[in-house]
């Protein structure tokens, strides 16, 4: 098995200082797999089965803990956490990886191009402080694939843009700059458009990949599960399943960074509560009307914004009664020992 240094796992003076006032004999990995009972996590002693000492779902692929070697004692605090809100009826917050540098979000240069989606899986990289990629696959098989580079690059000043042809290895070297010395990239994006397809290329591994479903273009999954892998450049790949669902909570400043040129319209009105909908001296309203603001941006930004506002206040109320319920509980047990303490 391969051994790799605390450096080359990502180490770096963050994770450091929360070490310090910590049991010496602890020592620090990061965590390659989360499942429902266990951790797979990497040091520079090798591969360890980790049971952890909270949910599961605390944890994220890229975290950083201390370990005995046999428990996750202690998670650290990471430099970037992805997330969103959980998929389904479960009003929670879902990690998906912690400790990027670069989130990739591929998309193709097809029907899959999809401007509203590509928007929320910005605001989504933003918000967690992760520098966004934005990766145009199936080059190879578009007239103009530099079309669709545009597209992506105007939707923010903070977005790179590449176009790539996933099936040539040497074109997908291009994108060793953010995955190499330890650097980790994240792949996000839709089924089929070509992310295990990367990954192999970029890992050296040969991951079955599947092709996309004829009657709607659709991809099937292939990864079914988040994981850490070493790339050929030296760095780290998350490959992450496709999202078909993807709501977000607590981006309100990812979505900031991206609508910047709305936020910055918005600060010049009149009212600083302004709904942007019948308010005197409304800055937004005068940009739709002279066609400095596109009325499509305008309208994702607002149904973004209310969907995040949403989703992140009902995940602090639900937070908010697990507390409560918790507290009742213990207050009925200390009850309910009291009680026979009295009587015995």
């Known amino acids: 098995m391969t051994r790799y240094s605390l450096t080359d796992l ?4 963050h994770f450091a200082r929360q070490r310090k006032d910590v049991d010496a004999h602890l020592i620090p990995a990061r965590i390659s ?13 090798g591969e360890h089965r980790l049971i952890p000492a909270d949910s599961a779902g605390a944890y994220a692929v890229g975290d950083w803990v201390l370990t005995d070697g046999t428990t996750a004692l202690q998670r650290l605090d990471p430099i970037t956490d992805l997330h969103r809100r959980a998929a389904g009826h479960t009003v929670s917050d879902q990690r998906i990886a912690a400790n990027v540098d670069t989130v990739g979000l591929v998309t193709s240069c097809n029907a899959d191009f999809n401007v509203a989606r590509l928007e929320r899986y910005l605001a989504l990289a933003l918000a967690s402080n992760a520098l966004p990629l934005v990766i145009l696959t199936k080059a190879d098989l578009c007239d103009d694939p530099d079309d669709f580079r545009r ?109 910047d040129d709305i936020e ?16 005197p001296g409304c800055a937004v309203k005068a940009a739709l009307k002279d066609g400095t603001l596109d009325q499509s941006r305008f309208d994702r930004w607002q149904k973004l914004r209310r969907e995040d506002q949403y989703n992140s206040e009902s995940i602090a109320a639900a937070r908010a009664r697990q507390k409560s319920f918790g507290r009742v509980v213990k207050e009925a047990v200390a009850k309910s020992k009291h009680k026979r303490g009295y009587e015995e």
């Not at 990502?10 to 003076?13: E, M, N, V, Y």
């Not at 499942?35 to 002693?45: K, M, P």
């Not at 910055?264 to 308010?279: D, G, I, Q, V, Y």
């Open 151 to 259: 597209k992506a690059e105007r939707l923010s000043p903070l977005v790179t843009a590449i176009t790539i042809n996933a099936k040539d290895p040497e074109d997908v070297k291009r994108l060793n700059p953010w995955c190499s010395t330890a650097q980790t990239l994240a792949l996000l994006g839709s089924s089929g458009v070509g992310k295990t397809t990367l990954r192999n290329a970029l890992t050296g591994e040969a991951e079955a990949t599947q092709d996309i479903r004829e009657d709607d273009g659709k991809g099937r999954h292939t990864t079914t599960h988040r994981a850490l892998r070493p790339t050929l450049a030296g760095g780290w790949l998350i490959d992450t399943p496709g999202m078909r669902e993807l709501q977000l909570s607590g981006t309100s400043e990812g979505l900031e960074e991206l609508f």
């Open 33 to 45: 797999e989360v499942h429902r009972s266990q951790l797979v996590a990497l040091s520079e002693s």
């Open 10 to 13: 990502g180490w770096s003076d």
């Open 264 to 279: 910055t319209l918005a600060a010049r009105c009149k009212f600083s509560n302004c709904a942007h909908a019948s308010e």
